[in-house]
């Protein structure tokens, strides 16, 4: 079965970094592309950042040059390091799996930046 397992998500004050995993397991990992999603409070959920199998890159305006995305092939595992957060950034962040049949979700994890 397909999973995603996400780490990483906590609180942290406004200028702090946290670094967000993603675990896969039941899908050929390096064929898929890989996203990181947010929903904030009363808002919609969100594209983030995505990473092709060739590991090329695409963000939100918000949070460009902030973030970053990259993917571990070896350990079927997707990151997405937030640094310089705002409290703006806070939201339940979800990872996302795309396959050629199909698309699948992690759990979400949340994310809080205080002031």
């Known amino acids: 079965q397909v999973q995603l397992v996400e780490s990483g998500g906590g609180s942290v004050q406004a200028g702090g970094s946290l670094r967000l995993s993603c675990a896969a397991s039941?899908?050929?990992?390096?064929?898929?592309?890989m996203g990181w999603y947010r929903q904030a409070p009363g808002k919609s959920l969100d594209l983030v950042a995505r990473?092709?199998?060739?590991?090329?890159?695409s963000y939100a305006d918000s949070v460009k040059g902030r973030f970053t995305i990259s993917r571990d092939n070896a350990k079927n595992t997707v990151f997405l390091q937030m640094n310089s957060l705002k409290p703006e950034d806070t939201a339940v962040y979800l990872c996302?799996?795309?396959?050629?049949?199909?698309?699948?979700w992690g759990q979400g994890t949340q994310v809080t930046v205080s002031s």
């Open positions: 039941g899908f050929t990992f390096r064929s898929a592309i």
């Open positions: 996302r799996a795309e396959m050629p049949y199909g698309a699948y």
């Open positions: 990473i092709s199998t060739g590991g090329s890159t």
